[in-house]
């Protein structure tokens, strides 16, 4: 895999809002960038891939679930610049919400931990802000869907 810090191009990365029970399931980072936070699970997408098969293989590689895909949220550019103004990552991250329909949580590959959380405990975590920002469309998307049935 090439390298991703002090990358050419944009990274495509994919990130998954997975919501059952007004819960969300988050990962600890284990890898850089944003090591040792709680982040959505996600990754690179892969040649040949599409991105929503991409978010179902990350979903399960990093928190053993399988899940299903219910919607596309938004695109968030994630821009990191050292000191000296050189761009150190770059991702353009594409964020679908889904749901669990099977498997068992378990965190591996770039995850340290995986957890559910409350919807009403995300604001507390100290998320980066578009994180938490797309965690809030995902639950409106899935309030609207809800209402719906």
Same mark, same amino acid.
């Not at 040792?36 to 040649?47: D, I, K, M, R, Y």
């Not at 899940?67 to 990552?89: H, M, N, P, Q, T």
């Given at each position: ?8 191009? %944009? ?13 969300? &399931?988050?990962?600890?980072r284990?890898?850089? %960038?944003?090591r $040792?936070?709680?982040?959505l699970?996600? $990754?690179?997408?892969? +040649? $040949?891939?599409?991105v ?17 895909i219910?919607?596309? &949220? ?18 353009? +991250? ?5 749901? %669990? ?23 507390? +975590? ?24």
């Amino acid at each position: 895999m090439r390298d991703r810090e002090f990358p050419q191009r %944009p990274i495509v990365g994919i990130g998954v809002v997975v919501i059952e029970d007004d819960r969300v &399931l988050l990962i600890r980072r284990g890898k850089e %960038p944003r090591r $040792g936070t709680w982040s959505l699970p996600g $990754g690179a997408q892969e +040649l $040949g891939e599409s991105v929503a098969k991409g978010a179902v293989r990350e979903a399960k590689e990093e928190t053993g679930l399988n899940i299903e895909i219910i919607g596309l &949220l938004d695109v968030v550019d994630s821009i990191d610049a050292d000191d000296s103004g050189a761009v150190r990552y770059h991702y353009t +991250l594409v964020d679908f919400v889904a749901r %669990p329909i099977g498997g068992r949580i378990e965190a591996s590959d770039d995850a340290a931990e995986v957890r559910w959380f409350d919807r009403e405990d995300v604001s507390r +975590l100290g998320l980066w802000s578009e994180t938490e920002r797309i965690i809030g469309m995902a639950f409106e998307f899935e309030d609207l869907l809800d209402g719906q049935s």
